[in-house]
């Protein structure tokens, strides 16, 4: 009964990623018929384009596991080495479509709110039968769902199977690569995450070296500061720290993002020198984190009730 549930969803999610497909994606993009040139190449790209590779995988699952239903024997059935043969193809599916879902979500609700057209296509197409009611983005968060709902299936399976059973092991293999499948997901995600901050901050920074944009480096945190040497930018200058996993970027922080419009004739500044006076930060330093020699940490009471911290960097 726990394998035929495992079915039954199985079943449901494939005809959820059909629906998607076949009755979202493919009309979206032919070139012929009222649907077509709704939404450009890259609006599909980013909508659709990493969907495909995983209703393929669990596509050709399920029609295994209709088969190892159809042929039920308690001492032969091996569910668990069905899951296993579809290990590394649901590794390669997954991660490309939930790392960026958050953009797919964002386009889907950009184009629906400003895409009249492409606003009356989806009222249309949710009144098909297949979606049951459910919005476009309703059905694509499914993917996201359904490993660990797998997984709460595959622990049930094993616990109903005896161990004397060869698919025991099997399913206990399962059961562990689809947990490893999903943490590598959350690895890959956090890693993704962490490149696009440090995307973020080089483009907040003026004049910042291209370098720090790199592919082993990760950023821990931001700290403001107030400079009280003359060793960097000034004494009483507002400066910020990124801190990354190894090395420390020093910037000014600049007081007024608009400071230097003062004029029209701003105007007819290049675009590029327009867009460094907009960046919140000016670029004054790196430091590697392995030439800092140690940092001091002093916390100095001023009355009773205020205090300041004070960090001294010797390099």
């Known amino acids: 009964m726990v394998f035929l549930e495992l079915v039954q969803t199985e079943t ?31 609006e599909l790209r980013i909508i659709f384009g990493n969907l495909p590779p995983i209703y393929e995988v669990h596509r050709d699952m399920l029609a295994d596991l209709q088969h190892a239903a159809q042929n039920w024997k308690d001492d032969v059935t091996k569910v668990g080495a069905i899951v296993l043969k579809y290990k590394e193809a649901m590794l390669k599916a997954y991660p490309p479509f939930i790392n960026f879902f958050e953009d797919t979500k964002k386009m889907l609700l950009s184009c629906d709110e400003n895409n009249p057209r ?19 983005n309703e059905l694509l968060i499914r993917p996201v769902q359904r490993l660990p709902s797998m997984s709460l299936l595959l622990n049930d399976l094993a616990k109903q199977t005896q161990k004397s ?38 483009n907040e920074i003026e004049n910042c070296p291209a370098d720090i944009v790199a592919s082993h480096r990760t950023f821990v945190q931001r700290c403001d500061v107030d400079e009280f040497s003359n060793e960097l930018y000034g004494r009483g200058e507002h400066l910020t720290l990124f801190l990354f996993s190894d090395m420390l970027e020093i910037c000014k922080r600049k007081t007024k993002a608009f400071g230097s419009l003062r004029s029209p004739s701003v105007t007819s500044l290049h675009s590029s020198k327009l867009a460094q006076s907009l960046k919140a930060y000016k ?33």
């Open 283 to 315: 670029h004054i330093k790196q430091l590697p984190l392995s030439t800092i020699k140690r940092v001091i940490d002093i916390k100095e009471t001023e009355g009773n009730f205020h205090w300041r911290r004070v960090i001294q960097i010797e390099v």
């Open 165 to 202: 059973n060869p698919d025991n092991e099997l399913l206990l293999n399962a059961l562990a690569e689809v947990k490893t499948v999903m943490t590598l997901i959350n690895e890959d995600k956090r890693k993704t995450e962490g490149q696009v901050a440090l995307f973020e901050i080089f």
């Open 118 to 136: 492409f606003h009356a296509f989806l009222k249309i197409r949710y009144s098909r039968p297949e979606c049951g009611r459910q919005s476009l």
């Open 12 to 42: 449901n999610y494939v005809d959820i990623l059909h629906t998607i497909v076949y009755l979202f994606k493919e009309p979206l993009e032919s070139k012929d018929g009222e649907s077509a040139g709704l939404l450009n190449a890259t």
